[in-house]
């Protein structure tokens, strides 16, 4: 799904949407697509000039990377129009707070993305972690923001591709709140790169 007036300036924002075999997926990752979702219906009035793209990613869980080429096939030489790319995948979690990571952002997109997430409860900055979409920004040097669960390492271990990751793993107030968080951030991206 894309708005805004121009895609040479544009926020990626993106969920895998698929999940390992046998396995119902809740935190892995049906929380982040929910929270895309809701914030795709956030966005319905949006008129800034900024890109907004909201991409369903496929083949994160079957390690084959499939969405990730096709998004890097069709965006050849335009990586550099993309503002920041985010990442959600593996939020909600009941268990734990919401984390953000920081990559590759100067401090100036570091200082807007603080900010518009210091206004959640519950969303704290994080560790990094790689194991995501978000690594085909990194690889480019493209900023980006991943968002998981601040107990990330104990959905791998004990939830995360099994029959246990189920839907009462998952708080739906969470995904609300990570919508507004990346709603928040959009608009004050929108202003900050208005006359980019």
């Given at each position: 799904a894309r708005a805004g007036a121009r895609f040479d300036r544009r926020v990626v924002l993106f969920a895998h949407i698929d999940t390992r075999p046998d396995t119902p997926g809740a935190t892995d990752n049906a929380g982040g697509?929910?929270?895309?979702?809701?914030?795709?219906?956030?966005?319905?009035?949006?008129r800034g000039d900024?890109?907004?793209?909201?991409?369903?990613?496929?083949?994160e869980d079957y390690y084959g990377a499939s969405g990730e080429k096709m998004f890097l096939a069709e965006n050849e030489g335009r990586m550099g129009e993309i503002v920041l790319g985010v990442n959600a995948d593996g939020i909600a979690y009941?268990?734990?707070?919401?984390?953000f990571s920081l990559y590759h952002c100067p401090d100036d997109l570091a200082t807007?993305?603080?900010a518009a997430f210091a206004r959640y409860p519950g969303l704290v900055e994080g560790g990094p972690w790689y194991a995501g979409d978000h690594g085909l920004f990194l690889r480019g040097g493209v900023p980006a923001v991943a968002l998981t669960s601040s107990k990330?390492?104990?959905?791998?271990?004990?939830?995360?591709?099994?029959?246990?990751?189920t839907v009462e793993l998952v708080d739906p107030q969470k995904i609300v709140t990570v919508s507004l968080a990346l709603f928040d951030l959009i608009e004050r991206l929108a202003v900050a790169t208005s006359g980019a």
């Open positions: 697509v929910a929270a895309l979702l809701c914030l795709a219906e956030l966005l319905a009035g949006y900024l890109g907004i793209e909201l991409v369903a990613m496929n083949g009941r268990g734990g707070e919401d984390a807007t993305v603080r990330v390492d104990e959905l791998l271990a004990g939830y995360t591709h099994t029959p246990r990751d």
